[in-house]
């Protein structure tokens, strides 16, 4: 069984639209749960009527809000017994054959065998009303999918949470989402990443809406106007990197005990990168290919932090 998991948060703008994509998927056979974390608007309205109408396959969570979409998605999985699960936005399109082609790929990927597995997409961008900013959100931000490596993905993030899907073995091995993660997404591809596999489908499955109310928007990573972004947001940038080092601080307490040599060795440098010196951090970077995915980025890496 397929588990959808949508999270809610004064979604009633666009969450109609929403879960017909998903009832609209070439495959059918899929449960929607969805968790509402205390909305002020009339999501809660829209979610009990689509209860209501398709019982069999839509059931809602009621409970304490969290506070955030991270938090929310994390007790949304938390309460999910399935075989695969996906996370969707509430504002976003899911093309009518995404499910079936990222499951393809999950099945492919199980045929040699049970371990963790992360399947993800790319994306389309588009504005609040569907026209295209970006034909890929891979291409927009850069993130080039070939060898997706620990180190790289110590830094920096490269699945979108709203197209992955995971199995039961990478759920039961990720346990009770941390605190101390940055975003689900990228706590379960490092965990797919040291004990299974995360296999990266290039076509555009979804419609990744954009529009003020964006919790993580997309934004082009190229040109004068990336580089202007993050000169005016420095404290920003540093507040993000501390994250990643918490991050990994939290991956060596909970996995320190079953990684192997390399993998402990890895993590265990990239949270001592704090304590160094320019010159040392820059050295250490290229050492262990501690490097994001663009040349600019890398600068600001050496640089900025």
């Given at each position: 069984?397929?588990?959808?998991?949508?999270?809610?948060?004064?979604?009633?703008?666009?969450?109609?639209?929403?879960?017909?994509?998903?009832?609209?998927q070439s495959i059918k056979d899929i449960k929607i749960?969805?968790?509402?974390?205390?909305?002020?608007?009339?999501?809660?309205?829209?979610?009990?009527?689509?209860?209501?109408?398709?019982p069999e396959?839509?059931?809602?969570?009621?409970?304490?809000?969290?506070?955030?979409?991270?938090?929310?998605?994390?007790?949304?999985?938390?309460?999910?017994?399935?075989?695969?699960?996906?996370?969707?936005?509430?504002?976003?399109?899911?093309?009518?054959?995404?499910?079936?082609?990222?499951?393809n790929a999950m099945e492919l990927a199980e045929q040699?065998?049970?371990?963790?597995?992360?399947?993800?997409?790319?994306?389309?961008?588009?504005?609040?009303?569907?026209?295209?900013?970006?034909?890929?959100?891979?291409e927009f931000q850069k993130l080039v999918q070939k060898d997706i490596t620990l180190p790289k993905l110590l830094v920096q993030n490269y699945v979108t949470g709203c197209t992955i899907m995971i199995n039961r073995a990478l759920k039961e091995k990720c346990g009770q989402i941390p605190n101390?993660?940055?975003?689900?997404?990228?706590?379960?591809?490092?965990?797919?990443?040291?004990f299974g596999e995360l296999v990266c489908v290039s076509e555009q499955t979804m419609l990744y809406r954009?529009?003020?109310?964006?919790?993580?928007?997309?934004k082009a990573a190229y040109g004068l106007s990336f580089v202007k972004r993050k000169l005016q947001t420095l404290d920003k940038v540093r507040e993000n990197y501390n994250a990643t080092y918490t991050q990994a601080k939290a991956l060596l307490s909970r996995?320190?005990?079953?990684?192997?040599?390399?993998?402990?060795?890895?993590?265990?440098?990239?949270c001592d990168i704090p304590k160094m010196n320019k010159f040392k951090k820059i050295r250490?970077?290229?050492?262990?290919?501690?490097?994001?995915?663009?040349?600019?980025?890398v600068m600001g890496q050496y640089f900025l932090t």
């Open positions: 069984m397929i588990t959808v998991l949508l999270a809610v948060y004064n979604g009633e703008k666009y969450l109609k639209e929403q879960i017909e994509s998903l009832l609209n749960v969805i968790r509402d974390d205390g909305s002020t608007d009339n999501s809660a309205e829209i979610i009990s009527f689509y209860c209501n109408q398709y396959k839509i059931t809602s969570i009621i409970g304490v809000p969290t506070g955030s979409a991270q938090k929310n998605f994390a007790e949304l999985l938390r309460q999910c017994d399935s075989d695969y699960i996906m996370f969707c936005d509430q504002d976003d399109i899911w093309l009518p054959q995404k499910i079936e082609k990222t499951f040699s065998g049970t371990k963790p597995v992360l399947v993800h997409t790319d994306l389309k961008v588009v504005n609040q009303e569907l026209s295209e900013i970006a034909p890929s959100f891979f101390d993660c940055i975003m689900h997404d990228w706590w379960l591809a490092l965990v797919a990443v040291l954009q529009h003020e109310d964006n919790q993580v928007g997309a996995y320190g005990d079953v990684l192997d040599d390399e993998q402990r060795n890895i993590i265990e440098k990239y250490t970077i290229k050492k262990y290919g501690f490097k994001k995915c663009t040349r600019l980025r």
